[in-house]
């Protein structure tokens, strides 16, 4: 069971929650849509709050405060 990821705590709505890449808990991971692999530990677990991109993402997608999308899905 992986600690509480940052982007969930601030409410990021980018934040897609946790995947297991073979289906265990083992290789949990959080993932989101500027990291659909899997979100790095400095922004997960670390100081940087992803308010500018990357080395190395692949897109232009920051933190934004808002509704998860599972939450716009709902009723």
């Given at each position: 069971?992986?600690?509480?990821?940052?982007?969930y705590?601030?409410?990021?709505?980018?934040?897609?929650?946790?995947?297991?890449?073979?289906?265990?808990?083992?290789?949990?991971?959080?993932?989101?849509?500027?990291?659909?692999?899997?979100?790095?530990?400095?922004?997960?677990?670390?100081?940087?709050e992803?308010?500018?991109?990357?080395?190395g993402?692949?897109?232009?997608?920051?933190?934004?405060?808002?509704?998860?999308?599972?939450?716009?899905?709902?009723?």
């Open positions: 069971m992986l600690a509480e990821c940052k982007c705590a601030r409410h990021c709505k980018h934040y897609l929650g946790i995947q297991q890449p073979d289906g265990t808990e083992i290789t949990e991971v959080n993932y989101c849509e500027a990291f659909l692999d899997y979100i790095p530990d400095e922004i997960a677990y670390g100081d940087d992803h308010l500018e991109p990357i080395d993402q692949a897109n232009e997608i920051v933190f934004e405060k808002g509704f998860f999308q599972w939450e716009l899905n709902e009723g």
